[in-house]
């Protein structure tokens, strides 16, 4: 997960090619509450499902993740689907005005590529897990050191 705003990667999980995406959202968004108000989840339409769309609203944020052509209108028990579904449905304009913050995350991925490659050296799966969150750290304090400098703050070294 990351932040819209200033490109923060806020929690990272590391899954093989083989693992549906959806299931990450939760213990993503878990952890990103520990230190952050979450108000919009915007994601791609992998993390679409009637469970997710519960998990973002009981979590207090408004869940912005695009229908797919598939997609139906029955809640099947979900409150927050069904108004996911008629806010999309009739208001896609601004649905999709809140859903495109999502494209910073592709920014973010840019962001790590562009500093730190986009290849992986480590030839052990575990040794690539943690090459990849090690360029996550790095980026994350690269992050910080930038907002420092914009915005004037001054580290408080004992």
């Known amino acids: 997960m990351t932040?819209?705003?200033t490109n923060v990667i806020t929690?990272?999980?590391v899954t093989g090619s083989w693992?549906?995406?959806g299931k990450e959202l939760q213990p993503l968004m878990e952890e990103t509450g520990k230190g952050f108000d979450m108000k919009e989840i915007s994601a791609d339409k992998a993390y679409l499902s009637r469970a997710n769309v519960d998990i973002i609203e009981a979590s207090g944020a408004v869940p912005f993740i695009p229908l797919k052509t598939n997609s139906t209108r029955y809640p099947q028990g979900?409150?927050?689907w069904k108004k996911m579904y008629h806010y999309f449905?009739?208001?896609q304009e601004d649905f999709l005005r809140h859903y495109h913050a999502r494209s910073n995350v592709e920014s973010?991925?840019?962001m790590i590529k562009a500093k730190f490659g986009d290849s992986l050296k480590s030839t052990s799966e575990a040794a690539q897990d943690n090459e990849l969150l090690a360029k996550v750290v790095c980026h994350n304090i690269c992050v910080l050191i930038q907002e420092m400098h914009v915005f004037g703050i001054q580290p408080n070294v004992k």
């Open 3 to 5: 932040g819209v705003k």
């Open 78 to 80: 979900s409150p927050s």
């Open 11 to 13: 929690a990272a999980s």
């Open 19 to 21: 693992r549906f995406d």
């Open 108 to 110: 973010t991925f840019s």
């Open 89 to 91: 449905m009739y208001n």
